[in-house]
């Protein structure tokens, strides 16, 4: 780095702007020119892709009450699968698509485009064969092994649907997933790998699938370790055998830009899940740029994210934007702490990872465990990093800058969601200096803007509720069989505006740092705060690894605080501790922001994709233990269990 020209602002390294796709003026004459004219600059960078006919219209969106309709590149026809493989066989045929590190270190594959081209046209023809066509949809239900990958591809092939499930999804989720995707196929594996532990997929199947006796035809079982699994007669299948009677070659089907390419489910925190569809051009022209731009993709690179496939930033930044690009992706199927705690970093060194993109509870559980573990690789590959899903806290930034990223890679910190498709605001490294705790600005084509409750446009510095103004390619288009649900919800309490659910802060040069969901703010007496910024300060204390907090009723200042806290390895809880903690935040945030209850804690329930649950923790803070809600995406119920044992306002 250059040095710090402004207290916590790390300007952007020179060899960075020099070599990135796109520096400082480029990227705001690029953003003025995205916004002054969507359909000039997306009908440019649409051709990204590959098209069978050419659009000649580009961007047809309303985001009008009562006529929501999000179209682009209308009368184009693509095939997303013929885009992520067959189009790079000539010049890299032989290159790496998918590296897959197995959930133990002796696991590797390494895949072609050309063996990838191979396999997903076998996929193809075995969905085919189990009387999938155009438009049906196919649940997969997989680990992160290579086949996840070839199946999503393969229905993208073919023009079915694909809805992923998590690995860790129990089967009564399982069951209303299937049910509300109205797939007639799963896919499967026997079972899955963890952490060195099995995940019982195909018993979770049947399980599921008992409740729904008439909707699934086909299970397709992959072997992944080879144990004796129930196969019922005349419904289950294993893949290899099915791939011995179908034939080699499958020509991609011819696809309109809005015909949809999948669903995904998101949690939602007390309504039923929502499954939002995105389609298909606009999302690849979408993943595929963000992509690029965000991590500055280069022809070499070897790009890693460690989400999990059947989320929206699985499907983006491992399935199809690097592929799209023609770059070497890394599927991880095991966890950052087995066998040890350095194994992210084993892997960096391993495969030569050069951009790394994780989500934040894995770099504080990292964090926690101390530096040696880092210390051991070189990590001498690793050019970016990158993090998604909770705000990043400034503590765990300079950690992760400094001791993951020898103080040298630029971090994005990018915020998106399952509805938006891809990446909306974000740095653009070797363009934006970078600010701890910020996601910085918003991508070509995105219009944010802050709201007040009553919907007035804020201006300059501000703190409001974040909405997008215009749509993006990347949008999701309606909710699956919902269009009515999906105007209400994201389009009715600012009319004309899509309503990301999120607040944030903006700052004097116009950087958006994420404050937490809307409805998880906090109301002391009036004053508001979101949860990031008081989970932020806590976790800045020395001892504190990771922090939760709710408001819970309180009778004269409408909510009082509650914190969830858990320590650093070797540190103990004690009363002096938590009294050190409450005078923390008086001094970091203010007086009206004391906490009231700090409550201990071995871990905070979160969901598959790590994030904190707070809705069961506001219920705990109650002391209304019975009434969680939907708790579908719950990865560790254990978790809970303690936090209630321990709960401080029991009555
Ligand atoms: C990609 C993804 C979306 C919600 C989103 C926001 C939170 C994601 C963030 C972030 C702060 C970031 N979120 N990225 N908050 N900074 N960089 O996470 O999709 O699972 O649908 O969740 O996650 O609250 O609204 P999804």
């Given amino acids: ?19 990135a796709s796109t520096d400082a003026q480029r990227r705001e004459a690029m953003y003025v020119a995205s916004i002054a004219n969507p359909d000039q600059f997306w009908g440019e960078h649409g051709k990204r892709i590959h098209w ?105 092939r073919i023009g079915a649907i694909h809805s992923a499930l998590s690995s860790q999804c129990p089967p009564e989720v399982l069951a209303s997933r299937i049910a509300d995707a109205a797939s007639t196929v799963v896919v499967t594996a026997d079972q899955g790998l963890r952490g060195g532990r099995k995940l019982e997929l195909k018993v979770n199947v049947d399980a599921a699938l008992d409740k729904l006796p008439k909707v699934v035809k086909t299970v397709i079982v992959v072997k992944r370790t080879g144990a004796p699994v129930g196969m019922l007669k005349g419904r289950d299948h294993y893949y290899d055998d099915l791939a011995e009677t179908v034939p080699d070659q499958c020509p991609p089907e011819e696809m309109k830009a809005e015909d949809p390419l999948f669903v995904l489910f998101t949690s939602g925190s007390t309504s039923k899940p929502k499954a939002v569809v995105h389609t298909t051009g606009g ?222 802060r903006r700052d004097a040069d116009g950087y958006y740092s994420i404050t937490g969901r809307v409805d998880d703010v906090i109301n002391v007496s009036g004053h508001r705060i979101g949860t990031a910024e008081l989970e932020s300060a806590l976790v800045a204390h020395a001892s504190v690894s990771e922090a939760a907090v709710v408001g819970y009723p309180h009778e004269i200042k409408g909510q009082d605080i509650y914190a969830y806290v858990v320590l650093i390895d070797g540190e103990t809880a004690s009363d002096e501790l938590r009294n050190e903690l409450v005078s923390w935040i008086r001094r970091a945030i203010g007086p009206i922001f004391t906490i009231d209850k700090v409550q201990f804690a071995v871990g905070l329930p979160k969901t598959n994709s790590g994030k904190i649950i707070r809705h069961i923790l506001r219920k705990i803070a109650e002391d209304k233990c019975t009434e969680f809600g939907d708790t579908s995406t719950l990865s560790n119920p254990a978790v809970v269990d303690h936090l209630i044992d321990n709960r401080l306002n029991r009555k």
Avoid at 93 to 108: F, L, R, S, T, Y
Wanted: aromatic share 12%; proline share 6%; charged share 20%.
């Fill in 283 to 504: 999302y690849l022209v979408y993943a595929a740029m963000t992509h690029q731009y965000v991590f500055d993709y280069h022809d070499g690179d070897i790009h890693w994210c460690t989400a999990e496939i059947s989320w929206i930033t699985g499907h983006s930044y491992i399935v199809y934007g690097p592929l799209a690009n023609g770059a070497t992706t890394l599927i991880f199927e095991g966890i950052p702490t087995y066998p040890s705690a350095s194994r992210y970093w084993d892997v960096i060194d391993k495969h030569k990872v050069s951009l790394f993109y994780t989500a934040p509870t894995a770099i504080r559980s990292l964090m926690g465990r101390g530096e040696d573990a880092v210390k051991s690789n070189s990590l001498a590959s690793l050019r970016l990093l990158g993090s998604v899903g909770e705000p990043i806290d400034p503590k765990s930034w300079e950690w992760y800058h400094r001791v993951v990223g020898g103080g040298r890679c630029p971090i994005v910190d990018t915020w998106f969601q399952t509805e938006t498709g891809g990446i909306l605001i974000t740095p653009l490294p070797g363009a934006t200096d970078l600010k701890p705790g910020s996601a910085g600005s918003p991508f070509f084509g995105v219009k944010p803007e802050l709201v007040d409750e009553a919907g007035d446009v804020l201006d300059g510095v501000a703190h409001g509720n974040l909405v997008i103004a215009d749509s993006w390619p990347g949008q999701m288009r309606t909710l699956y069989r919902d269009h009515e649900r999906f105007e209400q919800e994201y389009f009715s309490r600012y009319p004309g505006k899509y309503f990301t659910g999120d607040g944030a």
């Fill in 52 to 156: 069978i006919k050419p659009y000649s219209t580009v961007k047809d969106t309303s985001f009008e009450p009562g006529k929501v309709s999000i179209r682009w590149f209308e009368d184009g026809t693509t095939n997303v699968s013929y885009n992520c493989i067959d189009r790079h066989l000539t010049e890299r045929g032989d290159q790496v698509a998918i590296i897959w590190e197995g959930d133990d270190p002796k696991d590797v594959a390494r895949i072609t485009y050309r063996e990838l081209y191979a396999q997903v046209m076998k996929w193809a023809n075995v969905l085919r064969s189990q009387g999938i066509r155009k438009g049906d949809s196919v649940t997969l239900y997989l680990p992160m092994i290579p086949e996840a990958a070839y199946a999503m591809l393969a229905c993208a």
């Fill in 1 to 19: 780095m250059n040095g710090n020209k402004k207290a916590g602002v790390y300007p952007v390294p020179k060899a960075w702007a020099e070599r």
